[in-house]
DNA sequence: AACTATTAGTGTATTTTTTACACTATCTAA
DNA sequence: TTAGATAGTGTAAAAAATACACTAATAGTT
């Protein structure tokens, strides 16, 4: 093939082709009052006006697509070093409304009492809302919720990302009560604390619940030795390059 | 914002953003002569001449993410109805010296036999490469052979993809030794055989291998009952919508 | 026909993991 | 003191995973 040709058809591929937007959309998960919550926008764009939708925005020239979702993350909460994770890229080519906008979906875990106390500047106007009422979002957004939940569900059962959304000091019941609303099933209770505890990485810190009308759960915390020596991957954001 | 505005907001969005292209990348997994390989071309672009790539292309403005991927396992290898799951989405910015292209990565399973009698005359050039000697390759391809292979690593314990690699009759000692190539680990064969029968969606046909000097092994086939009874969801594609 | 080389095929005992299951303990509030 | 509520604890049975060594069938050789 002659060179000249062949730029030529490169020419018309660029003009073809080089047409499309890069956004990210981040499945911010939080556990709060005992519920698994997504952070969310009321969408302002038809014809979606109204319906509960992801944080997202689109990629910039210069950004790759980790950099972007945490600087999502970032401009939206305040907080850093989030534990991130692509999902997967949504490319239905009518999925929205401005034109041919391809999506990667991330899902983050943040502990709730962190937003409260960086984010609600920035993050005008987002929401916390339950899983169980988010049924109806805009774009395709329900669709992305849907298969961060499940690949979350299976993230949980293998690695003890459940430290990323609690808080410093929690009982047990808080963590069971987290396995439960994400895995959406009931456990037993002894054999998931048998469970926790062979995992050896969590320690009392010689305190309990205050201002409860029962009898008060104690309170535990991650031991960051243990930790270290068995989960070091999980100190960094192991799915983040 | 007025309405003026807010149309001008969108046309700079538009002009800044909407400059990228989208490709989708095939990792076509094949299992022969006892290895695991990759379908690969030889690259024919600066600077990565004569590296080994992925089978990829961009995808089309009226094409979806699944749909492209599709379309290039037909075109390649002249197959219909491949098994394909979407990996993920690599957008590094300079992944590609063409501009900005973002890359959705999937994976494939195809039948050696299936590619031999149908592809050659499509896949022109097209070589099978075992992954072992897939070191260095072209773009950030070796970066997503290495995604896809630990994609598949998982999805070949929780479900029996191996009968999407095997041909129609195959012996219990060449499905092992499928798993070892693809796990790169050895297996104890007593245990991994109690394991395959416990499925039961194998069956015996009846026949030996032919031309081995030793021992011929028995041949067995996938039970299609059984197969629709516990994993119906494998005769559709589950991973492509 | 016997023998050698090579791979196929088979079962049991042990350990580990998972599951099922019910009562006592501690706190608040009345 | 009592009632209400939730926290906390152990054991036995079942299932799954692991470790392990010999006999069987075939082709090729002598």
């Known amino acids: 093939m002659e060179i000249a040709e062949n730029i030529n058809l490169h ?9 499309a937007a890069i956004s990210v959309d981040c499945v911010i998960f939080g556990y709060d009052e005992s519920e698994l919550k997504v952070l969310t926008l009321d969408c302002n764009m038809e014809p979606y006006l109204g319906f509960p939708s992801l944080l997202g925005d689109l990629v910039k020239n210069d950004e790759n697509l980790d950099e972007a979702a945490t600087r999502i993350l970032f401009e939206r909460t305040g907080i850093t070093d989030v534990f991130l994770e692509q999902v ?3 490319g239905e080519t009518d999925r929205h409304p401005m034109g041919r906008v ?12 962190d937003y409260r106390q960086n984010g609600q500047p920035r993050g005008i106007g987002a929401k916390w809302r339950s899983i169980s009422q988010l049924n109806e979002m805009a774009f395709d957004h329900k ?17 003890p990302l459940w430290m990323k959304l609690l808080p410093k000091h929690f009982s047990l019941p808080e963590l069971q009560n987290l396995f439960e609303a994400v895995l959406a099933k009931s456990i037993d209770k002894r054999n998931f604390r ?11 810190v010689g305190k309990k619940q205050e201002d409860v009308p029962h009898r008060p759960a104690k309170l535990y915390a991650v031991n960051e030795k243990k930790l270290r020596e068995d989960y070091s991957f999980l100190l960094k954001n192991p799915f983040i390059s």
Chains 1, 2 share one sequence.
């Not at 926790?196 to 969590?202: A, H, T």
Request: glycine share 2%; aromatic share 10%; hydrophobic share 45%.
């Open 11 to 19: 020419m018309r591929e660029i003009e073809d082709h080089f047409k």
């Open 88 to 90: 997967k890229a949504f």
């Open 102 to 113: 391809l999506t990667v979906a991330y899902y983050a875990l943040i502990k709730v009492e």
């Open 143 to 159: 669709n992305i919720l849907d298969s961060s939940l499940h690949l979350l569900r299976k993230r949980l059962i293998e690695y």
């Open 194 to 204: 048998k469970k926790i505890s062979k995992l050896g990485i969590i320690k009392e």
